[in-house]
């Protein structure tokens, strides 16, 4: 019955061309995908073109909805700046079934969660990256 903390600095991958819009995007509050504009098809990780059609990839805001698609509870301590229990957790986003997130579970009860549960997207602030993590919604 343990709370999930939010979590202490983050080690974050190199911010770059392709992945900026999704690392940077959550200033504004929402969270930012990179879509295929012929296709309509968000794509996550984000990468400089469609995997279907080869077009170019640009960053649009989603709703932020999404469900619960499978986690674990870490209560090992890996590193002294994060607190356990913490969760990793498997997110499919609201706008398009299949596409899947791994993220954290922050401020939320560890042994009420459950797959299917909805979520909603908050950021947390560490430099100039804005890290997506969900709590229930």
Known sequence: MAPVPAFAPRI?????????????????????????????????????????CGAPLTFAAVSGNATLYSYTVAHQQFHPD????????????AEQPGLRLVTNLVDCDVDSLTCGMALRVRFEEHGEAFVPVFTPA
């Open 12 to 52: 974050l991958p190199g911010i770059d061309d392709h992945n900026r819009g999704f690392w940077a995007g959550g200033a504004d509050g929402k969270l930012h995908l990179a879509r295929c504009e012929p296709c309509g098809r968000y794509v996550h990780p984000p990468r400089s073109n469609c995997s279907d």
């Open 82 to 93: 994060v607190p356990t229990p913490f969760v990793i957790a498997l997110v499919e986003i």
